[in-house]
């Protein structure tokens, strides 16, 4: 075969293939793919590679990864369908590849479940349950087409084991439309509440967030405790979704935490950037959850559209 003749035949081939991948994506609908990309107080560890700002006492983002300290998330449903409910379900595997059976109980559970989309609107805080062989299950219904990520946040049983988030890509189906971060504020509305933001995470140093809430223009002194405390707060980092876990100072019980209106927190930010919290609380035996738009260091996030509260669903 002369050489004109074999780049022509291996251009035609190329050409095939790149259709092919293509018609792929195209049968199997308008999904969005994203590119792929700690805990505060006690759970500290190695900052992940190429992780700035994170000193000797900085908690490292975490939820970058899908395999840690031997651990791996094993994602089951890695799709769903926008606006239909589905069980999410998923395992975590030691580094024989068994699924792992026996957990260490933090915050009363044995495993928290975060989903949230890329653009930071839509947030879940689940709490899945988990059969004899391992595997865990959770419903959930996402409201918006587009790409999410799903983080386990969880302590393996056994002396020394360290607690750990490991995160996996999730897609939803369907029209999707692309939303800008919310735009930054220390003011969130949700539910008929008012939660006021004092503070700011700072980028490789502790900060104390202060969160007041209120309702009809009058302070919440009566709280009510969940997960173990009467807030629960998580922050996302703008772009790769970086995981940073606090929780309140002090406890229910502890005689000198009371319950409301402030919930006071230390966080410490694992970089400058944007950052969006979600504080879960608990009042009238319900879950609110309000949502902020913050900045750790430097000028103010980009604004987008205003959101007062996160898109929950309030699926505790």
Known sequence: MNTGLRITTFAAALAATFGAAYGVGQGVGPV????PPKHGGEHTRPAPAGEKGAGHDTPPAGGLQISEGGYTLDLRTPRVTAGERADLRFTVRDGEGRAVTAYQREHDKELHLIVASRDLV???????????DGTWSTPVDLPRAGGYRVFAD?????????????????AASGPYEARPLPPASTTARVDGYEVKLSGAPQPGR?????????RDGKPVT?????LGAYGHLVALRSGDLAYLHVHPNGE????TTRPGPDISFTATAPSAGAYR???????DGKVHTAAFTVRAGGASPESGTPEGHADDGHAH
């Not at 919290?277 to 009042?283: A, E, I, P, Y």
């Open 32 to 35: 969005v793919a994203d590119s």
């Open 122 to 132: 839509t947030y879940r805080h689940l709490h899945p349950t988990r059969a004899a």
């Open 154 to 170: 969880f302590t393996p049983a056994g002396k020394g084991a360290e607690n750990l988030t490991l995160g996996a890509d999730l």
């Open 206 to 214: 502790a900060s104390e967030l202060k969160l007041n809430v209120s």
């Open 222 to 226: 009566d709280l009510q405790p969940y």
């Open 252 to 255: 229910p019980g502890d005689g």
């Open 277 to 283: 919290l979600f504080l879960d609380f608990k009042h």
